[in-house]
């Protein structure tokens, strides 16, 4: 099992980012953005559904704990700052709203008894995952509230001065010229965003992608219990683009991401102060509006 980063890494091991001597330094290289077949609107329904579900089973036990530390820096987070609403943008399967409301419902990340138990959880993306949401809202009652229709994240919303935003796996699908100027929307539309990346630009995140072939292989018997079982059978068995697709995705993904400099970078254009923490494989960055 992979190691995330230590559970107070935003507290600990970040910067503001205000036009600092980082801004000013330029990168030798511009960073490639290929395309993911996640991002095709040609893509089967089904097929992309078993990205996603890929994608879930490789951030969770035996393969990584990446879920269960975003939603707990996402619960610790909101507790600080006082919101009473966390919205995930870009949420996919919304595995991370479905474990953050089980985390506050037990008061799990409450441990000196500053609960999140009345906290509300939104989640959405710009292709909703209807089923999985209506699950949700069916298990945890009011305190989860899907939107199900598309919410694109690059469009201007307001959700409040009560909200903070989580983004997971996400911001990467913004093109690189696109990015400063959705996270200051982000940052003006909210209390604070919270942008969780499993993945960095380095040759290490790149091979440990190549090894997804492995738990992407797993995932018809993982999810055996839920229904789309033929689904999986044929795109991870019969047909394995799934698992191949998925490398393809993690490695343009790693390309995508940013690094330290580029991150101050952008903040500083976008207007806003950013704590930046980074692990071998992971980044957590948290963004607020400077003024
Ligand atoms: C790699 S998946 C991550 C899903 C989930 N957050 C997770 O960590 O498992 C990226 C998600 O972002 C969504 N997405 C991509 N571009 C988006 C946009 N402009 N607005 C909203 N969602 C977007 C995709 O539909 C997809 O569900």
Redesign the pocket.
Known sequence: MLAEPHADALAQDGQAATGTEHASRTTWWKPLYLFEF??LPWLPQGLRHTL?EI??CV?TPPFRTYYRWVARETLQQARRVGVTQVVE?????A??TATMAAMASRGEDAPNGLGTGSMVFVCC???PDVPAYEALARRFGPHVRPIYEP????EPRQWGPDSLLVL???LH??PHSARSEVLRNLCHSGNGVLVFEPLRRTIWSMLYVLLSIVPALVVPLRFAGRAGRLRRVLWCWLLPVAPLLFCWDGIVSCLRQWTRIEWDRAAAEAGCRCKLGESLFCQCAYLRRAS
């Open positions: 996640m991002d996603r994608l879930e951030s943008l870009g949420a996919g399967t595995r991370i993306d710009n292709n919410i694109d994240l690059a997971s796996a996400t699908h913004i």
